[in-house]
């Protein structure tokens, strides 16, 4: 078979894992290493999975219903490669911030069991297992936002958790009653019996459950509430990963996952879609406009861009999907970018407030110009990478006759770029901030990840040039555009 | 199946206890019934692997409980309600009881599972593994990836744990 | 017939009260107890879609192979969703305790100070 | 609680029925591990009642007495030791076909040793959460508190 290295994905990051809390206890510098390795090596396998074609691996050797089937398709290896790429310039970055935190093992063990349990669901082909490694993503992610244990960190840590576990057992319920009604678990095997069997109450009320599960992983309006407590109270890598990635894999690639490939996407699904999309854009960037505290503002943006997203999805059309897919990995990039920056502003000037600051971008200059560049990405500036996604959700929004929602988004991207001129102006320009005569700029290898991450903002839109989107997001878009697979053809990728 | 209804309705009420009884320690306990009930409910349903772990987890579950109940001093407003998200709850437990009644006819009958996939578990398990222990078959050969999730669970939890315990977070400035 | 659903519904209400208790307490220490209660449901649903009329558990005997038994997929489910929740448990009870030392209270309405 | 004045733990009483029944529930632990691919039980269950034992002996006779017998460190590495262990299971697999591969021979039905490698796993898992529970009760239970740093 051809996808024997698939389970590697999530072997080598929880092998690394159990290594570092065996072997790295006293050692910083043996956790560093451990977990720097572990993740070039996630990066170089999910590399590889992007330039191979789509293949699935049976664990154990049990065939599809009967045991657990790992699938690697277009849009597997597009989450990958989004996952690792950010996890590993977040992981040199925090080489340099975490200096100020104790209990480096306990980070790097953390951090690898995130990757492990993100990987996990991403690759997966089986709903509950799809449910335990988001679990283990989850439970990794409530501990490093409470990383700092400060009154803040733990306050958010017990509120995310709370709110995340009640959506995992949401999700556990609906799993259930999807499994008493098909009898099996199998995603692809799951789509082919409830097509034979036909809508019921249940699998609507299933529906309802994993759709509200994963929109509280996902943190659309309205189950938004914990994200701009949570991510602004952890360390700043955590929060780039949180916000860049998690919510991510864990909410809007499985809603994608779920409406596209499991129930088959039928108009009523679709509007449902695009109202929730709009509602997160919308309610989203209002929250985020009145905010002074920069994490939280970025926070805030999360849950509008998040909108983007599942709106592209909502579309349902091919060119809505991509604008969708593209423009999850551009957020990602960016999103990730303006947290490490923000950790850059904090560790140098030791505030999060707007109004504290002011003039750094002498002091500053990589931080300043990296920041700009993703401010301008996030608000749809062209070319800047987030233009080329913002501009393909809008011309799908227009090739469907949706003037309302194109014109929606158009106009939450301006309040976006408002809100990202309020950043620039209060910390980058205008007259030095009191006590910042001896700010420096951050280390080199915070300075790394940075540099790297706005070069990607920059020439983010090259991704639409015809053979790198032949590679990379047509096939992703083709498995969601595609409907439902039936067990069989799965099998046969 | 009338006892599987009794002990289910005590659960139910040792639920509610829990939620409602005044001193938190009682609280912790009547939860611990409630499991216990649950362990006997699992019983009757023909699941002695489960009704054992379910009885051994447990009894570690309210022993940390107990111990988070040990620091009280401040006693009061134990049982304060959040009259918003006493609306929400009320309301949330309604429409699901409702969305429950309407949607479960559609299910398969009580006692008449579907059954799909694990016939094929029930008839080769045997052969397929050599193991008696159905169960133990599945979790630990034709599902032993979930086994390892689960483990994995297990071990950040921990390490989640020791995070949560350090003595201090942040090396310099302590609290902020 | 009644008996082919009532089990369930008794289910799903013993799950309400749980995710009632998360909703509307103050209290960490009930908050947590909700959870509890919620997680205790949902494994009990699953154990019920598993079972079957005269089923045997499933467990071979040396002897009797030819044997109706119950479903043993769920089981298998159960048994990873009852370690997930106690994880999930110690963790929140870890939390609990920390912020119980630093606020001095397990009142959730005087520990917020996160807002906006 | 007792355990604060000092490492004396609990009651004489208490003290004798623990040392009679300790290294019973210990050994019971261990038979269910053993035999859980024939009967129920299995790596979990024996895993929470091993740790059982120890929590206990903990409670009964305080901590210092405890650490006698299992170091701190220790425990936590076993938890480490035991998650390696049930991986390099799962990797070994890959000499017999795939990822989680049963490597080994089935065995006879209802033999102890039977199940190709499900015995094994269950050992490791039994190692792994036996001490992940018991490094959990040690972290939560034994955590006295700095002293409160108030505002």
């Known amino acids: ?474 096939p992703a878009v083709r498995v969601l555009d595609h409907g439902i697979l039936t067990l069989g053809e799965v099998v046969r990728l | 199946m009338i006892e599987l209804y009794i002990v289910m309705a005590l659960m139910i009420a040792g639920a509610l206890a829990a939620v409602e009884m005044r001193n938190l320690l009682s609280a912790v306990i009547a939860v611990g019934v409630v499991g216990l009930g649950l362990s006997i409910v699992f019983l009757l349903l023909k699941a002695p692997e489960i009704a054992l772990t379910q009885l051994v987890v447990e009894i570690v579950a309210v022993i940390i409980l107990i111990r988070a109940t040990l620091t009280l001093e401040d006693s009061g407003e134990w049982l304060g309600s959040r009259p918003l998200g006493s609306l929400l709850g009320a309301l949330f437990a309604a429409l699901t009881v409702w969305v429950g009644i309407v949607a479960f006819k559609s299910l398969p009958a009580f006692g008449d599972p579907l059954m799909l996939v694990s016939q094929r578990y029930l008839a080769d398990a045997a052969a397929d593994t050599g193991a008696a222990n159905i169960v133990a078959a599945i979790i630990l050969d034709y599902r032993a990836y979930d086994t390892l999730g689960e483990a994995t669970v297990l071990f950040t939890a921990v390490v989640g744990v020791l995070t949560v315990m350090r003595r201090k977070g942040v090396k310099d400035h302590g609290e902020k | 017939m009644i008996h082919s659903w009532l089990p369930y519904v008794l289910c799903i209400l013993l799950f309400c009260v749980g995710v009632y208790a998360v909703l509307s307490k103050k209290n960490l220490i009930r908050i947590i107890l909700g959870i509890v209660i919620a997680d205790y449901a949902v494994n009990l649903f699953l154990i019920l879609l598993c079972w079957k009329k005269g089923g045997e558990a499933p467990i071979l005997q040396p002897g009797a192979m030819e044997q109706v038994m119950v479903d043993p997929l769920p089981q298998a489910l159960v048994l990873t969703s009852i370690v997930i929740g106690l994880a999930t448990t110690a963790f929140l009870v870890a939390i609990a305790m920390r912020l119980h030392e630093r606020y001095g209270t397990y009142d959730i309405t005087r520990i917020r100070e996160l807002r906006g | 609680m007792a355990r604060n004045d000092g490492e004396a733990g609990m009651t004489l009483v208490v003290k004798t029925v623990t040392r009679l029944t300790v290294g019973l529930i210990f050994l019971y632990g261990i038979y269910i591990v053993l035999n859980g691919h024939l009967s129920p039980g299995g790596g979990f269950a024996g895993g929470v009642i091993i740790a059982l034992s120890f929590i206990n002996l903990f409670l009964a006779f305080g901590a210092k007495k405890t650490f006698e017998i299992i170091r701190k460190d220790a425990v936590t590495a076993l938890e480490s030791v035991g998650a390696v262990l049930f991986l390099g299971i799962a990797l070994l697999g890959f000499i017999d076909g795939g990822f989680f591969s049963n490597f080994l021979p089935q065995g006879e039905l209802f033999s102890l040793v ?30 006295r508190g700095s002293e409160r740093e108030g505002k």
């Open chain 1, 1 to 474: 078979m051809a996808g024997e290295y698939i389970p590697l994905l999530v072997a080598v990051p929880l092998a690394g894992a159990f290594f570092c809390a065996l072997a790295a206890r006293k050692s910083g510098v043996l956790a560093d290493t451990i977990g720097t390795l572990i993740v070039a090596l996630v990066l170089a396998l999910s590399i590889y999975a992007v330039v191979s074609p789509p293949s699935t691996h049976a664990v154990g050797g049990w065939p599809a219903p009967l045991g657990i089937l790992l699938v690697m398709d277009g849009l597997a290896s597009l989450m990958l490669l989004v996952v690792s790429l950010v996890a590993f310039l977040v992981m040199i970055y925090s080489l340099s911030y975490m200096n100020a935190y104790s209990g480096r093992w306990q980070f790097h063990t953390l951090f690898l069991l995130m990757l492990a349990g993100m990987n996990g669901v991403v690759i997966t082909g089986d709903l509950f297992n799809l449910f335990v490694f988001l679990e283990v993503a989850s439970l990794a992610s409530y501990a490093l936002v409470a990383f700092g244990t400060g009154k803040h960190e733990l306050e958010a840590a017990f509120k995310y958790a709370v709110m995340g576990s009640l959506g995992s057992l949401l999700l556990l319920l609906g799993i259930a009653f999807l499994y008493g009604y098909t009898g099996t678990l199998n995603m692809a095997h799951m789509a082919e019996r409830l097509g034979e069997l036909g809508v019921a109450p249940i699998t609507v009320a299933a529906l309802v459950l994993l759709l509200s599960g994963f929109a509280l992983k996902a943190a659309i309006v309205p189950f938004h509430s914990w994200l701009p407590d949570a991510h602004p109270s952890a360390p700043a890598p955590i929060s780039a990963m949180l916000s860049g990635v998690l919510i991510k894999s864990l909410g809007v690639y499985t809603i994608a996952r779920l409406v596209f490939n499991v129930y088959g996407a039928s108009p009523d699904l679709l509007n449902l879609l695009l109202v929730l999309g709009a509602v997160s854009m919308g309610i989203g960037v209002i929250l985020a406009l009145r905010q002074w505290d920069m994490k939280r503002l970025l926070a805030y943006h999360s849950v509008s861009q998040v909108g983007y997203m599942i709106l592209g999805f909502g579309l349902g059309s091919p060119l809505g999907i991509l604008g969708g897919l593209f423009h999850l990995f551009n957020h990602s990039i960016f999103k990730s970018l303006l947290f490490l920056n923000s950790g850059a502003l904090e560790q140098a000037t030791g505030t999060r407030n707007l109004k504290e600051m002011g003039g750094l971008s002498g002091r500053m200059p990589t931080t300043s110009w990296t920041t700009l560049s993703a401010s301008m990405s996030i608000s749809g500036v062209p070319p800047f990478s987030g233009f080329w996604s913002k501009l393909i959700i809008v011309m799908a929004c227009v090739e469907q006759g949706r003037w309302f929602y194109g014109a929606w988004a158009i106009l939450v991207s301006v309040l976006t770029l408002a809100s990202f001129l309020k950043v620039t102006k209060f910390a980058f320009l205008g007259k030095l901030g009191k006590g910042f005569e001896n700010v420096r700029e951050v280390p080199w290898p915070m300075r790394f990840g940075m540099v790297v991450l706005a070069l990607l903002c920059i020439v983010g839109g090259l991704m639409l040039v015809p053979e790198v989107k032949e590679m990379v997001l047509t």
């Open chain 4, 114 to 143: 039977s199940g190709g490698a499900i015995p094994l796993s269950n050992i490791a898992i039994c190692i792994k959460v036996g001490a992940g529970i018991f490094g959990m009760f040690l972290a939560l239970v034994a955590f």
